[in-house]
T-cell receptor, first 112, second 113 residues
Framework: KAGVTQTPRYLIKTRGQQVTLSCSPI?????VSWYQQTPGQGLQFLFE???????NKGNFPGRFSGRQFSNSRSEMNVSTLELGDSALYLC???????????FGPGTRLLVL | DAKTTQPTSMDCAEGRAANLPCNHS???????VYWYRQIHSQGPQYIIH???NNETNEMASLIITEDRKSSTLILPHATLRDTAVYYC??????????????FGKGTMLLVSP
């Protein structure tokens, strides 16, 4: 079974731009969570989606948003990019909300 | 979620067992202990999880103390490819409605030849 895939793998943007990251969960998995990893803050939870609904949200500004489609694929969007948004963005999927989460390889975003 | 405490770093010789400790003294009765590892710049990899009993899979063994206040992840024969940051996570109970993983700083395990 294929693992979690994330696209693109690398991205360079400039301040003020917006970006959309995509995540395809493991086949059959219905829950998708997003995390941000930076050297200073470590791995932090962004949000969780299940059945196309946001179930939990971490402590991030409204510039960070996401959605989930009927096929469980998910996207996250960051608007008005700031230098501090440079990070590794990780997506994790699980069969159900309480099941084990499996992570993708991440999208490395660099904001200049 | 209960907080975990792990050593910042550990060393292990290749071929020897690596024993990574984790303290979670405030864990609740129905919270699970999860272990993930992250090799540099890759996504975290799930290793194992448990509730009360010891668990073993093809990657590792998880030993949870009887009072559940601490646990040890055992890699029986460490290889150079096991060099990674290992995260011990206490996850909220299944019926809590809260399913996120709260990562700490983890333990940097360095396996040397």
């Amino acid at each position: 079974k294929a693992g979690v895939t994330q696209t693109p793998r690398y991205l360079i943007k400039t301040r003020g731009q917006q970006v959309t990251l995509s995540c395809s969960p493991i086949s059959g998995h219905r829950s998708v969570s997003w995390y941000q990893q930076t050297p200073g803050q470590g791995l932090q939870f962004l949000f969780e989606y299940f059945s196309e609904t946001q179930r939990n949200k971490g402590n991030f500004p409204g510039r960070f948003s996401g959605r989930q489609f009927s096929n469980s694929r998910s996207e996250m969007n960051v608007s008005t990019l700031e230098l501090g948004d440079s990070a590794l963005y990780l997506c994790a999927s699980s069969f159900d909300r309480q099941e084990t989460q499996y992570f993708g390889p991440g999208t490395r975003l660099l904001v200049l | 979620d209960a907080k975990t405490t792990q050593p910042t770093s550990m060393d292990c010789a290749e071929g020897r067992a690596a024993n990574l400790p984790c303290n979670h003294s405030t864990i609740s009765g129905n919270e699970y202990v999860y272990w993930y590892r992250q090799i540099h710049s890759q996504g975290p990899q799930y290793i194992i999880h448990g509730l009360k009993n010891n668990e073993t899979n093809e990657m590792a063994s998880l030993i949870i103390t009887e009072d559940r206040k601490s646990s040890t992840l055992i890699l029986p024969h460490a290889t150079l490819r096991d060099t990674a940051v290992y995260y011990c996570i206490v996850r909220a109970a299944p019926n809590s409605g809260y399913s996120t993983l709260t990562f700490g700083k983890g333990t940097m395990l360095l396996v040397s030849p």
